[in-house]
């Protein structure tokens, strides 16, 4: 199975801020790579697919890039509503795997 | 407007069953693969399965292999999950998930989620 690792697991910064989140694969997995925020109590959403494709309603504040083992996703400027947990997904085999979440929290 | 309603969800004791079911409109369901993921209280996205739109290919995790079953019904618009044999570690949000029709098929829109409580 691939195990994607996130980095880091617990993030704080403040509004307008620009922050990195990284997620590692075990082995390559091309650009078969998927990013998802979830605010509490709600459903996954989908911001960024093929390792760098923003979803159709995405804001443009979001950017992923990254092929192979190693991808980041970034947000430019943090807006309020962008404190969540943020989860990496690989779909390049089965099983499917997700990271272990990274919390983003306000400073 | 693509739509995901999820039922079923419960108490059920250990060594139980219970079956989830996903009521879906607003896209043509029979041409779009689907899953289920869950979520223990406070943990994080565990995939569990997924069905392509004709059904005829599934694929599990290995936490539930050979006691969930997914399935579906393209005449109804509804996806299922056979969940038999439960644990106490099945205790989860379980979501259904449309996968977008182009690869590498990402999960591009889920339902609210139905919670199973797996108790002794």
């Known amino acids: 199975d691939i195990q994607l690792t996130q980095s880091p697991s617990f993030l704080s910064a403040s509004v307008g801020d620009r922050v990195t989140i990284t997620c590692r694969a075990s082995?390559?997995?091309?650009?078969?790579l998927a990013w998802y925020q979830q605010k509490p109590g709600k459903a996954p959403n989908l911001l960024i697919y093929?390792?760098?494709t923003l979803q159709s309603g995405v804001p443009s504040r979001f950017s992923g890039s990254g092929s192979g083992t190693e991808f980041t996703l970034t947000i430019s400027s943090l807006q309020p509503e962008d404190f969540a947990t943020y989860y990496c997904?690989?779909?390049?085999?089965?099983?499917?795997?997700f990271g272990q979440g990274t919390r983003l929290e306000i400073k | 407007e693509v739509q995901l309603f999820e039922s079923g969800g419960g108490l059920v004791q250990t060594g139980g069953s219970l079956r989830l079911s996903c009521a879906a409109s607003?896209?043509?369901?029979?041409?779009?693969?689907m899953s289920w993921v869950r979520q223990a209280p406070g943990k994080g996205l565990e995939w569990v399965s997924l069905?392509?739109?004709?059904?005829?290919?599934?694929h599990y995790a290995d936490s539930v292999k050979g006691r969930f079953t997914v399935s579906r019904d393209n005449s109804k618009n509804t996806l299922y999950l056979q969940m038999n044999s439960l644990r106490a570690e099945d205790t989860a949000v379980y979501y259904c998930?449309?996968?977008?029709?182009?690869?590498?098929?990402?999960?591009?829109?889920w339902g609210q989620g139905t919670l199973v409580t797996v108790s002794s």
């Open positions: 607003g896209f043509n369901f029979g041409s779009y693969g």
């Open positions: 069905i392509s739109g004709s059904g005829g290919s599934t």
């Open positions: 082995q390559g997995i091309s650009s078969n």
């Open positions: 997904q690989q779909l390049n085999s089965s099983p499917i795997t």
């Open positions: 093929s390792a760098s």
């Open positions: 998930a449309k996968r977008r029709v182009t690869a590498p098929q990402p999960f591009d829109y």
